[in-house]
């Protein structure tokens, strides 16, 4: 199979397993969206949405949380991790919000990617899933089966984002990258991967991946 073929067979697969795709993280507008996704990192969505409510009840909009204190919002979100650093880029991204948004967060890669605690992943995921705008944002899930399934070569999140840009039509990057997070966690874990569940490897993935995890499974 050629790499585009592997696509068009994820493609079909992703559509046939997860025709819908809701996200993950609970959120009712672009900016509770953007302090969700900055929560996430290095914490699962689950856990982030037992937090969001809580913080939300307090300030669900940037002029109510300039109201707290770094401090306040550190203990609402500690939980999370890395609270230190995340309520210090909640605070200084709402700052930012309201003296030269009007409150608003801005549908826009570069000003995303201005905001303190906001990367490029993050500012994907904002475009992609407030805004509609086309992204693909690489998360742990989407670089480890980009690489498990030979559609990249897992150097990089840069380059694994190139080739899935390459690979997929533009139009299902935003349900696309859904559908790959939601398959990882189901049938292609990191951790207890079992290749007999995960169709997709099975069929496209990488030879010397498949023969480490099961030596005797016909590849041929």
């Not at 969700?36 to 300030?59: E, G, Y």
Request: hydrophobic fraction near 40%; charge should be positive; charged fraction near 25%.
């Amino acid at each position: 199979m050629t790499k585009k073929e592997k696509a068009i067979f994820v493609q079909e697969k992703l559509e046939e397993l997860f025709p819908e795709v809701p996200i993950p993280l609970d959120h009712k507008d672009p900016y509770t969206l953007l302090i969700a996704v900055l929560l996430s990192a290095q914490c699962t969505d689950a856990r982030v949405n037992t937090i969001t409510p809580i913080l939300f009840a307090k300030a669900d909009n940037p002029y109510d949380m300039l109201k707290l204190t770094q401090e306040q919002i550190k203990e609402i979100i500690r939980p999370c991790g890395l609270s230190p650093m995340k309520s210090k880029g909640i605070y200084g991204l709402s700052k930012i919000l309201v003296e030269k948004y009007n409150g608003q967060v801005p549908a826009d890669f570069k000003a995303l990617e201005s905001f303190p605690a906001v990367g490029h992943k993050t500012a994907s995921v904002v475009m992609s899933q407030a805004f509609g705008i086309p992204a693909f944002p690489v998360d742990t899930h989407i670089h480890r089966l980009m690489y498990r399934w030979g559609l990249s070569d897992g150097s990089s999140v840069v380059q694994t984002e190139k080739d899935a840009k390459r690979l997929f039509p533009k139009e299902l990057w935003n349900k696309l990258h859904l559908q790959i997070i939601y398959y990882a966690r189901a049938y292609s874990p990191a951790r207890g991967w079992d290749i007999e569940k995960d169709v997709i490897s099975r069929k496209i993935g990488r030879k010397s991946l498949l023969k480490k995890e099961f030596k005797n499974l016909n590849l041929d």
